[in-house]
């Protein structure tokens, strides 16, 4: 197995195979000492990231990025250990797989060091305390629930319902069948069950950490974008009334990256219905009211609610041509269609369409199939 100085050596030599002489040049004045040369790496390494959509820049750059921020970080540490855990950060969520355990060695080094660091995340107040207790203990009278949710929800077909059931029986009942079910009771052993409640507790593992959000009510829409901010930035958002300004953490491999949070949870043994292997651990967290709008995933997924409440609406895949797909590429798993508000002049397919839906309660599991077209609606999601 290659050494970490082997893997850059060989990187370094790639890049300048690929053109990237001027990178390589300021990669070994960083590795040498020299900050601005680090910091001029990363920014010709960002560049090349942002030079072509993703899936057709090539993976040395990718890796080339997570080499400058770790140069970036080691020589930021000593005196702005927030600036080289954001650096670090950042290395994890845009860069490459090559260098990743230097990556998650150097985070847990400064993670080890931050009780010093006078720079580490503000402490939640009590007004935020009490906001965080009120947001995930609401919305429990169905009756307002349903105020908020499409018109017709609950109303045809719901997801059936089971208590925590043995793996045999997930499979022969459900798996095989391709047919989506509600199990209760399966994750009340997690952790992050009682640990999630505590908003001082994700302030203190994750506050300073970097993340991917969305802001914007939906991922389809005009004034939709995506941020980088601090985790205890987005919890302060959460209490943001400004609909323009709904931020979501969204399909994002958290708990590759914050590790302590990945603690807190334990993969269900329903994953490996498939006998395969598991093909990511995501995490959506996101204020009430975000959406996500109906669309069609490539794989089985599996849904545990941790806190809040979570509405899902879920159509045969079958009549996906009648839920109007989006006609871009980006956007072809996509319907156009808006719950909130259906057209029914500009989609008259939709009126008599048959679908089930159900509402995913604290400590659910939702399984369903990837011949399924769904829907999501937070009412308070973590």
């Not at 997924?301 to 009549?319: D, E, K, M």
Request: glycine letters at 8%.
């Amino acid at each position: 197995m290659a050494t970490g100085g082997e893997k850059r050596a060989a990187l370094l030599r790639q890049i300048t195979e690929e053109g990237g002489f001027a990178f390589v040049a300021s990669a070994e004045k960083a590795a040498a000492g020299d900050l601005r040369a680090a910091e001029a790496a990363r920014e010709m390494a960002w560049e090349q990231l942002h030079s072509a959509p993703r899936a057709e820049v090539g993976a040395a750059w990718r890796d080339a990025y997570a080499l400058a921020c770790l140069h970036v970080a080691a020589l930021r540490a000593a005196d702005d250990r927030r600036a080289a855990l954001r650096a670090l950060d950042m290395g994890l969520i845009m860069g490459g797989g090559l260098l990743r355990a230097e990556l998650d060695d150097a985070i847990a080094t400064l993670i080890a060091g931050r009780g010093q660091d006078q720079g580490e995340a503000v402490p939640a107040g009590a007004g935020d305390v009490e906001r965080w207790k009120e947001g995930i203990a609401g919305d429990r009278d169905l009756a307002d629930v349903l105020k908020f949710l499409p018109v017709k929800s609950l109303s045809c077909k719901q997801i059936e319902r089971r208590s925590c059931i043995s793996l045999e029986a997930f499979i022969r009942d459900y798996f095989l069948c391709e047919s989506p079910v509600i199990l209760s009771g399966c994750i009340d052993h997690w952790p992050a069950r009682t640990k999630w409640k505590d908003i001082k507790y994700l302030e203190r593992i994750a506050g300073d950490r970097t993340i991917p959000v969305e802001v914007g009510k939906k991922y389809e829409c005009t004034e939709w974008k995506q941020e980088l901010i601090t985790f205890s930035q987005f919890l302060e958002r959460m209490w943001s009334s400004d609909s323009a300004n709904l931020t979501y953490l969204a399909q994002h491999q958290l708990f590759d990256q914050i590790k302590e949070l990945r603690e807190d949870i334990v993969v269900p043994e329903y994953c490996f219905a498939g006998g395969g292997d598991l093909q990511s651990l995501s995490a959506w967290f996101g204020p009430h009211g975000t959406v996500t709008p109906l669309h069609h995933d490539l794989h089985h997924s599996l849904f545990a609610q941790v806190l809040g409440r979570n509405y899902f609406r879920l159509y045969p895949a079958s009549l996906s041509v009648d839920l109007y797909p989006h006609t871009q590429t980006m956007l072809s798993n996509t319907s156009q269609v808006d719950l909130d508000n259906v057209n029914e002049l500009e989609y008259p397919k939709m009126a008599d369409l048959e679908f089930m839906d159900g509402i995913l309660e604290e400590d659910d599991l939702w399984s369903r199939s990837c011949v399924l077209v769904g829907l999501g609606f937070n009412l308070c999601n973590y």
